[in-house]
């Protein structure tokens, strides 16, 4: 069903990554007319640690994905954590919520497939486009398509622009998210915000059962310099290799201020010598991206446009995950979607595109008010150095940090850990 005769969807959706395949999947599940548009070509690779919780494995069989490893996916346990000299592995949560392993894919193959299942779903894939701005209706102002130019595999133009028009647009174009700044969707500098930069290696410990997380960055020799707020990961692929990086944040933009190739390079000089991180079997360069965070643009539904994924700002503070909660985005907002368009008038429409930014802020925004929090506490090295030699032996403390950080938790009912992370994120105000 389209909304007019001069609508070339019922639904366009920028950008195909995990947000904007999840949204395009779910809209054609539910009949809907979808146009997936993409700035490149598959497959392409995106910054990312490559590790997925518990979480978005929920969302991936929420989506009928095949997850044996023959199809390409390694799984998990849960994860080890090193540091203040102490060592722990910390199996994933039995939960009725959440399955409990995790899973590690490239995003080079990750967003691939997950395009792919969307197209399979009856999406139309369109790569190599640009998006360059909406296209709003002269009376009403609300967003009514957009506009876009192809481009070649280097981003160049290569033809003329084109409109594409519909009654509803995702913007799902990442942290550039240049159809949101162009809708006057301006970010908030009250908002944490991270980097991470991250390489691959070729490693004996490619098939390691336990995402390892280091807890204590030094910019320099440990304990004769500086610690920083943040960790460092090594998420094995399974397939010869390992994601490798490291991720700092703070409540304000100074963490972009921060030499992270140089961090990493300080942390590689330390890292376990049994994974065998050489210069000669690093794969590719270090490369960095930013990791907007706690909704830090907004609103994320208004005339016509909805935000989902890292245009939004929907990364964890807590973790820096993101990959869960552009999944949910996209689910959560094709619901609000067809809901809208089977109404019978503009205002009955708007009220139910209305219930996606309510039902996102309802789930995340009291989590993400507790992450502002936990990241101004671990800005101070102090409070990072004594919660990593005092609180790791304590393995009932451990185990509330896992549930919290992790964002894997009985949402109701569970254990005492379950309903007391619950009951935080109930009680803080969900800005």
């Not at 910054?47 to 997925?52: E, T």
């Not at 995340?364 to 936990?374: A, E, H, P, S």
């Not at 102090?382 to 940090?401: A, H, I, N, Q, S």
């Amino acid at each position: 069903m389209v909304g007019t005769t001069t609508d070339d969807a019922d639904v366009i959706v920028v950008g195909a990554g995990p947000a904007g395949s999840s949204a395009a999947f779910h809209c054609a599940s539910a009949g809907l007319d979808v146009l997936l548009l993409e700035k490149a070509s598959f497959p392409r690779d995106k910054v990312c640690g490559d590790g997925l919780t518990p979480r978005a494995v929920a969302e991936l069989v929420r989506m009928g994905l095949p997850l044996r490893e023959q199809d390409g996916w390694i799984r998990n346990r849960g994860l080890r954590v090193l540091g203040g000299g102490h060592r722990l592995e910390l199996p994933w949560p039995e939960l009725s919520s959440y399955p409990s392993y995790g899973l590690a894919r490239s995003r080079m193959s990750l967003d691939h497939t997950l395009a792919s299942h969307a197209r399979a779903a009856g999406a139309k894939l369109v790569e190599r486009t640009s998006v360059t701005g909406p296209v709003r209706d002269e009376r009403t102002g609300r967003v009514v398509g957009v506009t876009a130019r192809p481009v070649d595999d280097a981003g160049h133009r290569s033809g003329d622009e084109v409109v594409y028009r519909a009654p509803v647009v995702i913007a799902a174009d990442g942290v550039s998210t240049r159809l949101a700044t162009a809708a006057g969707r301006t970010k908030r500098d009250d908002r944490p915000m991270g980097v991470a930069v991250r390489t691959y290696f070729r490693t004996p410990r490619h098939d390691d059962p336990w995402m390892e997380s280091h807890l204590e960055l030094w910019d320099g020799e440990p304990g004769r310099s500086n610690l920083m707020p943040g960790y460092g990961w090594i998420f094995s692929l399974g397939d010869g290799t390992a994601n490798v990086g490291l991720g700092s944040v703070s409540s304000t933009a100074a963490a972009t201020k921060v030499d992270y190739k140089s961090l990493f390079a300080a942390w590689m000089r330390n890292a376990p010598a049994e994974w065998e991180f050489t210069p000669d079997n690093q794969v590719g360069p270090v490369r960095g991206a930013a990791l907007p965070m706690g909704f830090n643009r907004g609103p994320l539904y208004a005339g016509g446009l909805l935000l989902a994924g890292d245009s939004a700002g929907m990364i964890s503070p807590f973790n820096g995950e993101g990959i869960a909660y552009g999944l949910q985005a996209g689910r959560v907002a094709a619901d609000a979607i067809a809901q809208g368009l089977a109404r019978g008038t503009a205002a009955g429409r708007e009220r139910a595109f209305g219930t996606y930014q309510r039902r996102m802020k309802d789930d995340l925004g009291g989590y993400y008010t507790l992450g502002r929090v936990f990241v101004r506490l671990i800005e101070h090295p102090e409070v990072m150095r004594v919660c990593t030699r005092y609180g790791l032996p304590r393995p009932l403390l451990m185990k509330f940090v896992l549930k919290l950080l992790s964002d894997c938790y009985e949402p109701r009912g569970g254990d005492m850990v379950d309903r007391v992370i619950a009951g935080l994120a109930r009680i803080a105000p969900a800005a």
